[in-house]
């Protein structure tokens, strides 16, 4: 036995055999689950038989992708998946993408399309995850607690729990094996997705797992036709989310009424006072309810990223949307959501910079920059 990291690993592969624990470049543990490469068709009824586009990083298909299994805490500004931890919080996306890459090559904020995988993974196998949606417990499975690590307010209101100490009903695959804390707790930030004026845009693939540039000025991002096929920012054919009532001035956080809806413009910025990354106008619905305008149709893709339901989709989860400014994702939901947190829950209300107290993060990484036990 070369050392205690070692004997660590074989204990966590020998009890459970997805797990495993990969570490960073400074050779400390994180707890990482190993979710093994599918086709689209595997998790789509009816879908296509390519390789779905988290297994796919810089054009070159990966075997198999590794997920924090508890949302991260941070120590020395790298991020690591512990049980029994205070999710880390009061994180912008750009710090939660950086705490990510500091651990090393390959180590990177999970991604939309690892998210997207995993819960048309759960879809597809029947158990949507529950977890702390009702300050430490699940709002409707009530018996159901964990461990509170944060309360706030006066009174004291308990809020946050400890990565992992719920029932297995709040891990992926309802086993002790899963990714525990999609649903609830904290809103976590993932990359490789975003909204520019409504605009829906992309990083290629999981490209998003090799550190690549996701600035608001990059030119990597790619709209989405009503094809399905990526396209420069901007560029006609686009596909964006609208609202199906018109917006207002008012400078004021609150909501404009209406839903979001898929449209091929922006026909009602719930702004109108020009495009900002301010907190103003918005309107969201369940995300089962999340369809297109008339005449429109949703491409393939937008199912395989989540962005939009599957066809059936009844489960629990809401959709938030502000369609004006940089708006980047947030998913899962957070202790007070209730039912509109869920596994398919995102939240597209936010600018970069948004940090609170229930947002958090969690690393993944690819297998073919998986470092050795010694980093």
């Known amino acids: 036995m070369s050392s205690n990291f070692d004997a660590m690993r074989l204990a966590v592969e ?4 997805s797990n495993t624990v990969l570490y960073d470049d400074m050779g400390l543990p994180s707890f990482m689950v190993r979710i093994p490469k599918f086709k689209i068709s595997d998790v789509i009824t009816g879908g296509s038989d390519a390789v779905h586009p988290a297994f796919i990083v810089d054009g070159v298909e990966v075997p198999e992708i590794f997920i924090s299994k508890y949302q991260n805490i941070v120590e020395g500004d790298r991020a690591y998946s512990l049980p029994g931890q205070d999710p880390h919080t ?52 009530t018996h159901e607690h964990g461990v509170v690590t944060y309360r706030y307010g006066d009174p004291l209101t308990d809020g946050r729990v400890a990565t992992g100490s719920g029932p297995v009903s709040w891990a ?16 976590e930030w993932v990359s490789g997705l975003r909204l520019e004026n409504g605009q829906i845009q992309v990083i290629p693939n999981n490209n998003s797992a090799a550190g690549v540039d996701e600035s608001a000025t990059s030119t990597l991002w790619k709209g989405i036709s009503t094809a ?9 054919g686009g596909l964006y989310f609208d609202s199906s009532v018109a917006g207002d001035a008012t400078a004021t956080n ?9 449209n091929t413009s922006r026909s009602n910025p719930q702004y109108t006072g020009g495009d900002t990354d301010a907190y103003y106008g918005y309107n969201s619905c ?40 940089e708006r980047l994702p947030l998913r899962g939901g957070a202790w007070g959501s209730s039912s509109s947190a869920g596994v398919c829950a995102l939240n597209c209300n936010n600018a970069r910079a948004n940090s609170n107290h229930d947002v958090g993060f ?8 998986m470092p050795s036990a010694h980093g």
């Open 90 to 141: 009061y994180v912008n996306f750009d710090q939660a993408k950086t705490f990510c890459e500091n651990k090393g090559k390959g180590w990177h904020l999970m991604s939309n399309a690892e998210w997207a995988a995993i819960s048309l993974w759960c879809q597809k196998n029947g158990f949507l995850p529950r977890g702390n949606t009702s300050f430490v417990k699940h709002h409707t499975y």
């Open 228 to 236: 399905g096929a990526l396209i420069d920012q901007g560029a006609s």
């Open 362 to 369: 969690r690393a993944a990484l690819p297998h073919r920059q």
């Open 172 to 187: 992926h695959d309802n086993s002790p094996d899963g990714i525990f804390d999609l649903c609830g707790n904290v809103w």
């Open 286 to 325: 369940m995300f089962k309810a999340l369809a297109a305008q008339s005449g429109v149709t949703i491409p393939e893709l937008l199912r395989v990223l989540g962005i939009m339901p599957l066809d059936g989709y009844d489960g629990e989860g809401a959709f938030y949307l502000r369609n004006y400014g």
């Open 14 to 17: 020998g009890f459970h055999p």
């Open 254 to 262: 609150h909501g404009v009424g209406g839903t979001p809806i898929l």
